[in-house]
């Protein structure tokens, strides 16, 4: 049996009213919010938030395949910074998958096919999606993150059939350096994709065995909002089994999509339940699983992708224009940062990346960064590497710079004191300011700190412990 071992998703906790933009350049006020990514975190920042929850307390994956509309990098591979981050062992694999929302599935697929060959694969989806002001895409899109965890052990989703449907038409399109999409006219993308989804339902049901009564729940993913609309009608599934109740708070999450979609549709699943997963993009790809007795086991204290999208915090439309780089403002009377060098980044890859510290093992001091030398005994290379990206911590006193370089000013510094020892200065992300107090519990949080000469800054963060973030209490 092959299927799902592991998923998790992440929601950024800013959400963008669809009302101001309307409030802001005029027309009519759209209903609803949107996730949006903050302004130091990318695609692959989000991949990798993702991407913890779900191999948390887990065996390493043998793989990771990242899938994106919006890398980071062209030229340089993403997903090592993901499998960097999950502290993974050299002999891992990381690969990218970029450019479409198709290859979301192309993720899930080469995943999937993974485990015939006695694989693990992390299926990392995320993406950041906008669009003009004032346009379809900037309003309607969100930001959002899913990891997949497929495996032949301890699965909690069987996967009993797939089916693919292809077709060369445009529907939408971006050139390569242009950062807006094309879109053609709604019918006739319903005209094309409806026709491919009848075909390859049918495939799909007559591989698993299935009829189309059988299906408890349908997920439907793609840009294309009409003809992923009329997919239940076509495939003859009633509507209460094809709900989306995540679009109107969350947007389209276009390459993430598909995961978030079936990650909550596997939040609420029972033993036994079939989910059809049908995402339309440059043709169809539809995946049936079956959901297993060990999914609910799974979910225990994971947080859900409902919760996260209940937990949130609003962002107004100038900030939102800011941190796409569509508003360019005054920033504060300070030098540019400079661009990361590459050899040192190589040289402290555990510590920038994975964060991770030593303990002195003569005297158990923890030191960050991890050091050779300890200070508390001076005793020499005895030393033990510890991951503490998933350890919790507690502020101990920080201050409101309203100085410091940043696209999204005042920053907030706190010196945190980490369970078990270790006290270390870092920057906050996703905080009040007004709000933050000493002795407040923070938990890591992988970010990207600037970007200058093309070259992205990444390193870790503490954020307020929430009971949806997925990090300890």
Known sequence: MAGITAYATYVPVYRLDRAAVAATLGGTAAKGTRAVASYDQDTTSLGVEAARRAVAGLPAPDAVVFATTAPAYADKTNATAIHAALGLDRASAAFD???SVRSAMG?????LDGCHAGRTTLAVLSDIRTGLPGGNDEAGGGDAAAALLFGDEGVIADVVATSSATAEFLDRWRTPGESWSSVWEERFGETAYLPLVEAAVTDALKEAGLAVGDIDRL???GLHERAARGVARVVGVPKERASDELGAVLGNTGCAQPGVLLADALDRAEDGEVIMLVTLADGVEVVVFRATEK???????RPTVREQAAAS????YAAFLTWRG???REPPRRPDPERPAGPPSYRTEAWKFGFVASRCLECGTRHLPPDRVCLTCGAVDQMTPERLADVPATIATFTVDRLAFSLSPPVVVAVV???GGGRFQCEMADVDREQVAIGDRVEMTFRRFYTAGGVHNYFWKARPARATSGGQD
């Open 417 to 419: 004191d980490f369970d």
């Open 326 to 328: 569509m508003l360019r």
């Open 97 to 99: 998958m970029v450019g």
């Open 107 to 111: 993720a899930l697929r080469f995943a």
């Open 295 to 301: 999914l609910v086991a799974f979910r225990e204290g």
């Open 219 to 221: 997920v439907v993913a």
């Open 313 to 316: 915090m609003p962002v107004d």
